[in-house]
């Protein structure tokens, strides 16, 4: 099976821009849970997503967002981007979400706001 | 609530040498423990994980790790340490409660160096 898929790798934008991030998790997972790594923040949830509904949400502001399609892939948006958003977004899919299921992590997409 | 205390940011090794990293836990429901790694510029890979089966569970490369519930830990161990080891490796806790669906709490990570 292909592995958790994210797109684009790299993106530069800058302050008060907005950006929209790509998942796609391995055929067959209905789960997919964003984290954003920071050197100074470590790994934090943000959101996961079930069935195209938002099931858990973690301590970000209202400016990141995200969706599910019917295909199981999901996208994370982060409008009026500030200097702090700069990291890692990862993506990862599991098969149903629950306590216990291994999480299967994407390689991430590199965003840096100037 | 659930968290993950990484008790070493830093672990210096010679190859060859036995590897510990430790990790204690704090949580409200039977919790399942995960071991990932994360070499540069990369994302992470399990490399084991604990769900009330066995206490001792064995991972790849070689890694094990043993949840001990009276002391609240599960270190990571391995016998003989690779130069291909070398990452950040990352405790992780998650719980059965329903309001933690796809919730995944992350320690602070451990840099694992080996020396030649």
């Known amino acids: 099976k292909a592995g958790v898929t994210q797109t684009p790798r790299y993106l530069i934008k800058t302050r008060g821009q907005q950006v929209t991030l790509s998942c796609s998790p391995i055929s067959g997972h209905r789960s997919v849970s964003w984290y954003q790594q920071t050197p100074g923040q470590g790994l934090q949830f943000l959101f996961e997503?079930?069935?195209?509904?938002?099931?858990n949400k973690g301590n970000f502001p209202g400016r990141f967002s995200g969706r599910q399609f019917s295909n199981s892939r999901s996208e994370m948006n982060v409008s009026t981007l500030e200097l702090g958003d700069s990291a890692l977004y990862l993506c990862?899919?599991?098969?149903?979400?629950?306590?216990?299921?291994?999480?299967?992590f994407g390689p991430g997409t590199r965003l840096t706001v100037l | 609530a659930q968290s993950v205390t990484q008790l070493d940011s830093h672990v210096s090794v010679s190859e060859g040498t036995p590897v510990l990293l430790r990790c204690n836990y704090s949580?409200?429901?039977?919790?399942?423990l995960f071991w990932y790694v994360q070499h540069p510029n990369k994302g992470l890979q399990l490399l084991l994980k604990?769900?009330?089966?066995?206490?001792l569970v064995k991972g790849i490369n070689g890694f094990e790790a043993e949840f001990k519930k009276s002391e609240t830990s599960f270190h990571l161990t391995k016998p003989s340490a690779h130069m291909s080891d070398a990452a950040e490796y990352f405790c992780v806790v998650s719980d059965h409660g329903s309001s933690n669906t796809g919730k995944l709490i992350f320690g602070q990570g451990t840099t694992l160096q080996v020396k030649p």
């Open positions: 990862a899919s599991s098969p149903l979400g629950a306590g216990g299921d291994t999480q299967y």
């Open positions: 949580s409200s429901y039977s919790p399942s």
């Open positions: 997503y079930f069935s195209e509904t938002q099931r």
């Open positions: 604990y769900t009330s089966a066995a206490t």
